[in-house]
């Protein structure tokens, strides 16, 4: 798979029940990721969005036990709401992608509380998502 297809399947398996403003968000935490990274050398994430994407346990739809995980192993090209992350993807990539997000690096569904998350401040609420800027 390209950095592409990478980019835009986890945008696909982490928000396409999102409105359009979701999907960047996700796209822009994937983002803030690589250019943290990319800032200060390196970091356990990785410091490309592949890299970033793939991270074992980072993006659950890449978990082997998540059920994601196997459709994002499949053609998508023919998936209207794919195509949209495509598009995302590549507006992101591009640099052209407005960060909705505020620096997030992380964020988690409304429906969760983790651990992680107890203490710190969500900087933005977009769809389901709260978004926190953590580094």
Known sequence: M????????TL????????L???????????NRVKHAQKIGSYWWGKTIEEVCLKPFQFSC?????????????????NKIYQI?????????AGFLPDNTKGATHYHTLSCNPVWA????PC???????FYALY
């Open 62 to 78: 890449w978990n082997k036990n998540d059920p994601n995980c196997a459709l994002l192993m499949q053609d998508l090209k023919e």
């Open 21 to 31: 403003s979701g999907i960047e968000a996700v796209a822009n935490v994937i983002l």
């Open 85 to 93: 992350c495509e598009r995302v993807a590549k507006r992101a990539i």
């Open 118 to 121: 107890r203490c710190a401040v």
């Open 2 to 9: 390209t950095e592409l297809e990478i980019f835009a399947k």
């Open 12 to 19: 696909f398996g982490e928000a396409r029940g999102e409105k």
């Open 124 to 130: 933005a609420e977009i769809g389901n998502h709260l």
